[in-house]
């Protein structure tokens, strides 16, 4: 970690907070970056970092008119969370009203509604195994496997998988198709037994060894056991009969999901309850879809208004007047009016940790840096 020290009578700290994350700076950052897989910077490179500095007035100018404009942001972004969460509440009282009668032990059951066990309705369940993969995902016509993110946020995301490398054996019969109801067999409590039915997916994806693929009988409606699936009844039950060693990931039994007992609706109502069910939960999933573009185009509102205000192109009714702030901007023309300066001293001391109580072998040391612009 590094500490930074401005110099007040040139650099409001709030103003730096902002302009560390322009566009402009983090480039630089990226850049200078050295190292592999984890990266760092190193103090000479901060050094060499180029900002654009206004003066003292046009800063605090400008973070007038940035709180303003943040403060509206978080506003509308506070709205959009509760928003999601209660789109979240809403999908779930929809799945329990559209199955009935969930409460062990089933007592009242309306007219033509049965007594059973999940395995009843479910003809066969099929696993996938482990292939060695690459980090990245499938292209073209690569295979690839289905990450446990595929099934955790309540519809069937494709794009989470792992590309199978050029070598393995491939068993087609694991490729994923439309209509399939998936099952994660293995994640953390949490999403363990997440459920999803598959409305659309690209060829050649497969199952993982973490995902089943339920095979509904044949009077058994799909789209009725894919919701029931996420009932807040079975989603408890599959969560008292998970296992694990590491308290982080549990798993469950294909036995442990059979024996599960459930309403079974007729096969009638079935259909009815599995198209009302599925066409809410649609619904949910694009309210839900448009909230999180909402969420991420006010993050792109936010950081365009840093690099607006970090390049001398934000404007609004505080602080300076239009001819004080035309006469504060013209140090340098270009992209940028300000002053444009690197960071300047540098230093750095060593500190021990203490070592009291600790093995000689495992000391550990750290440097703390700091500098001053």
Same mark, same amino acid.
Request: proline letters at 9%.
């Given at each position: 970690m590094m500490r930074v020290r401005?110099?007040?009578? #040139?650099?409001?700290?709030?103003?730096?907070?902002?302009?560390?994350?322009?566009? %402009?700076v983090r480039e630089q950052l990226e850049a200078a970056a050295g190292g592999g897989r984890r990266r760092s910077l190193a103090i000479r490179a901060l050094q060499e970092v180029r900002l654009p500095l206004p003066p003292l007035a046009e800063q605090h100018r400008i973070l007038d008119i940035l709180r303003e404009r943040f403060w509206r942001l978080d506003r509308g972004g506070e709205a959009l969370r509760r928003a999601a969460v209660g789109v979240t509440l809403l999908q779930d009282a929809a799945h329990d009203a559209l199955t009935? /009668? /969930?409460?062990?032990?089933?007592?009242?059951?309306?007219?033509?509604?049965?007594?059973? %066990?999940?395995?009843d309705v479910i003809k066969r369940m099929e696993a996938g195994r482990s292939l060695e /993969?690459?980090?990245?995902?499938?292209q073209g016509d690569e295979w690839g496997v289905i990450k446990t993110s595929a099934m955790t946020r309540g519809a069937f995301r494709e794009t989470e998988n792992k590309a199978v490398r050029a070598g393995a054996r491939i068993n087609?019969? /694991?490729?994923?198709?439309?209509?399939?109801i998936l099952l994660c067999r293995a994640n953390s409590p949490d999403h363990v037994g997440a459920s999803v039915q598959v409305a659309t997916c690209r060829p050649r994806l497969l199952l993982s060894d973490k995902s089943l693929r339920l095979v509904p009988?044949?009077? #058994?409606?799909?789209?009725?056991?894919? %919701?029931?699936l996420a009932t807040s009844y079975v989603r408890t039950q599959i969560a008292q009969r998970s296992r694990g060693v590491v308290a982080s990931m549990q798993h469950i039994s294909q036995a442990s999901l059979r024996d599960i007992p459930i309403p079974i609706a007729p096969p009638g109502e079935q259909v009815w309850l599995g198209q009302r069910a599925t066409a809410w939960t649609l619904g949910a999933q694009r309210l839900y879809s448009q909230m999180q573009k909402a969420r991420e185009k006010s993050e792109w509102l936010r950081r365009a208004l840093?690099?607006?205000?970090c390049t001398g192109r934000l404007v609004g009714p505080a602080g300076f007047g239009t001819a004080q702030r035309e006469s504060a901007l013209s140090v340098r023309p270009g992209p940028s009016p300000w002053v444009d300066d690197s960071i300047g001293r540098s230093g750095h001391r060593a500190a021990a940790w203490s070592t009291a109580g600790r093995d000689p072998k495992t000391t #550990?040391?750290?440097?703390?840096?700091?500098?001053?612009i």
């Open positions: 401005v110099r007040p009578e #040139i650099l409001h700290p709030e103003y730096l907070a902002h302009l560390w994350q322009s566009s %402009q009935p /009668c /969930c409460d062990a032990p089933f007592e009242n059951l309306p007219p033509g509604w049965s007594r059973g %066990q999940l395995g /993969c690459n980090r990245r995902p499938a087609e019969a /694991c490729e994923i198709r439309a209509g399939d009988e044949r009077d #058994i409606d799909g789209r009725w056991l894919a %919701q029931l840093i690099d607006a205000a #550990i040391s750290a440097v703390q840096l700091e500098f001053e």
